[in-house]
């Protein structure tokens, strides 16, 4: 378990700044906020699809997951700024 969770938050953390870098320039948040957000959102699909057994724990799947459930995140967040300007 905590092999996944390291491997979950770290998947966050590259999914962020890839996002911030090459998507989010102009983030009102930021690198950190994107950063962050990058991790929540791995780290709820990685428990998310462990809670529902949807993958084995320790296979690829699990880490396809937590991409993307980070970048799903990213673009919610992305899609509610949008609606407030």
């Given at each position: 378990m905590e092999r996944a969770l390291l491997a979950w938050i770290?998947?966050?953390i590259v999914i962020g700044v890839a996002a911030?870098?090459?998507l989010f320039k102009r983030n009102p948040g930021g690198l950190i906020v994107t950063v962050l957000l990058g991790m929540a959102g791995a780290l709820f699909a990685?428990?998310?699809g462990r809670v529902t057994?949807?993958?084995a724990p320790g296979r690829p799947a699990?880490?396809?997951v937590a991409a993307a459930g980070a970048l799903a995140t990213l673009l919610a967040y992305r899609a509610i700024l949008r609606r407030r300007s």
């Open positions: 770290a998947i966050g911030h870098r090459l990685g428990f998310l057994e949807l993958y699990s880490l396809s």
